[in-house]
């Protein structure tokens, strides 16, 4: 049976992310790190620390031969504070309380209402990994989220999934011993799903085949098509080896890791160091100390009152201070601004100069997004032997150029034109559409906006099929914008 001090490391290895030791990218490097000067305290100091706070504790002496009682305390104390504020690895905000302990509201309301994650940014973690990599014994192998050329404009129907990006998704550099596997985030077609699921139960008994794929099904044929792209001989071999006491090979275990995170949201902390500090010293006082045995008990009962809960405080805050700047490294990419990689504007004929005319119609791009946007082809007074020409932009003054289809030189002359408007270039842009994080886009907003708007409605759940909404919910990529 594991015993409180067990508990209490196993709960320090989930909270450093101990099963991702093998990750070598982005925060995780600063996990590896503070995971490894935790495990030396633990190792090294942890106990003679706990027994020094019981050594003594105001003026009293916890006595020698209850100390390794008490010292079970501490840690089954700090076990279950830690437990109660994380998930999967994850630091969680929760506010349990002792039954019949207050937690008064600091300025005296009668009634708080707030969301329990207020003290965090939300994530978005769709792309979370566009870049994963780990490595067993000496092999590298990173995963990789590429773009896709060349997708419909309409995609087939449900959901998306993580799957090989093309012919030839895995590369291997056999000098280096690295391996590079492309992954797409994509609807799959009906013959993709099926030839995914035939490479599932080829591998199951007749009892555990299934008739539909899921992610955990893709994951394992997913897992199967990297492998029939290796070597088979060593050391490549070892990513699809299970080791002793393991149900899933290396290989295997990532890539469900891989996908399953970018596909789930998390949170980043603002103050994670002040607020689990406010819940410890709050621990402390409603689930360690007995004030009962504080007033009225002997000076050996308030001993091992105080002494165990400076154990638990001076242990507690080492740990917090350890999460917390981990989190705080996670908090400062997060509000990092971002840099604006690219500028567009659509712009109507009537605001664009006649001198660019001459370049629009050489411009077959753009024409033919005409063509297609516009289908000018059908216009009952369009001359399809010589559609395009200049008395056609002057009488069809609405239609709408879009700049990414010209050069800069072409783009620079039109925003020179737009400035020079007496209304100027601000004015004479009347809408804006931002493709991005929105933390990151609404902070750019808040400059040029702020105090202009009346009412934001934040991520409006379109094409959603989770649940019945009473809006137009099935257009398809950007039509809804119109």
Partial sequence: MATA??????????????????????????FNQKRAEVE?????????????????????????????????????????????????????????????????????????LHWANREQYYVKTADHFRYYRFAVGDVTVQFRLVDVPGMPAEEPEGERSLVLADDDPVSVDAEARACDVRFAYRRITEAEDQQLLELYNAQQTKSAQRKTNDRSTLV?????????????????????????????????RHLDRYTAQNTSDSFVHKDLRGVLREHLRSFVQNDVLDFDALLEGTDARRALQLGRAEAVRTVGNRMIEALAQVEDVQ??????????????????????????????????TQLDEWRELYRVDEWADADTDDLFSRAFLEEHSSIMIDTRHFDQAFEDTLLEHLSGRDEGLTDVVDGVCIQGENFQALNLLQARYRDAVDCVYVDPPYNSHSTDILYENKYRQSTWLS
Avoid: M
């Fill in 331 to 364: 908090k400062r990419l997060f509000e990092k601004k971002k840099f604006i990689v690219d500028t567009g504007y659509c712009v109507t004929l009537d605001h664009v100069p006649a001198a660019l005319y001459d370049d629009i119609l050489d411009n077959e």
């Fill in 220 to 252: 394992v044929a997913i897992t199967q098509q990297i492998l029939n792209a290796l070597p088979d001989d060593a050391p490549w071999t070892r990513l699809g080896t299970r080791g002793e006491g393991e149900d899933r090979c290396p290989l295997h």
């Fill in 5 to 30: 001090e067990d508990r209490f490391r196993e709960t320090l290895r989930s909270l450093f992310r101990a099963d991702h030791s093998e990750l070598d990218f982005g925060v995780y490097r600063v």
């Fill in 40 to 112: 030396r305290f633990v190792d090294e100091q942890l106990a003679d620390e706990v027994h020094e706070a019981l050594r003594t504790s105001g003026e009293a002496t916890v006595p020698e031969e209850q100390r390794d009682a008490v010292t079970r305390q501490v840690y089954d104390d700090l076990a279950r504070f830690f437990d109660r504020y994380h998930d999967d690895g994850e630091v969680v905000t929760r506010r349990p309380a002792k039954q019949n302990a207050t937690s008064p509201l600091r300025d005296g309301e009668e009634v708080l």
